[in-house]
């Protein structure tokens, strides 16, 4: 599996070491450039194969917002988007539309597990169509 990482703090960060663990690929953006793999997420949508995946784990609101109208820029129809923040749930549906529009996915999924979740695991709560929940 390969999987795109948007914020890397305490959650991000420990998210991208565990799914590495387990034997996958995650090429991980940060704003802070001592945490990324990439210079940009125009880097980090170059890196990943189709269709990509890209999990979105940075603070509810505009700054959501952003990186959702950024991504839906780079990438195309087929890829997906996992917002795993704790967006509010009419911003999901709008992110979902936003990207629907251009034939990009949109997973609401969130994750509960904190700092320890590196060790212990994460829960995920998801929605979105089972074929993007597939990917």
């Given at each position: 599996?390969?999987?795109?990482?948007?914020?890397?703090?305490?959650?991000?960060?420990?998210?991208?070491?565990?799914?590495?663990?387990?034997?996958?690929?995650?090429?991980?953006?940060?704003?802070?450039?001592?945490?990324?793999?990439?210079?940009?997420?125009?880097?980090?949508?170059?890196?990943?194969?189709?269709?990509r995946v890209v999990w979105v784990m940075?603070?509810?609101?505009?700054?959501?917002?952003?990186?959702?109208?950024?991504?839906?820029?780079?990438?195309?129809?087929?890829?997906?988007?996992?917002?795993?923040?704790?967006?509010?749930?009419t911003d999901d549906e709008k992110h979902?539309?936003?990207?629907?529009?251009?034939?990009?996915?949109?997973?609401?999924?969130?994750?509960?597990?904190?700092?320890?979740?590196?060790?212990?695991?994460?829960?995920?709560?998801?929605?979105?169509?089972?074929?993007?929940?597939?990917?």
């Amino acid at each position: 599996m390969q999987l795109g990482l948007i914020g890397l703090g305490k959650m991000g960060g420990n998210m991208r070491e565990r799914i590495r663990r387990a034997g996958h690929t995650v090429i991980g953006y940060d704003r802070d450039p001592g945490l990324s793999d990439v210079a940009s997420l125009a880097e980090l949508a170059d890196s990943l194969d189709a269709p990509r995946v890209v999990w979105v784990m940075v603070p509810a609101g505009a700054p959501t917002q952003s990186v959702i109208d950024e991504l839906s820029g780079l990438l195309d129809a087929g890829d997906v988007v996992v917002d795993g923040g704790n967006s509010r749930w009419t911003d999901d549906e709008k992110h979902a539309a936003e990207l629907a529009e251009k034939g990009i996915g949109f997973v609401d999924c969130g994750v509960s597990g904190g700092v320890h979740g590196l060790a212990n695991g994460y829960a995920l709560m998801y929605g979105g169509d089972a074929e993007d929940v597939a990917k």
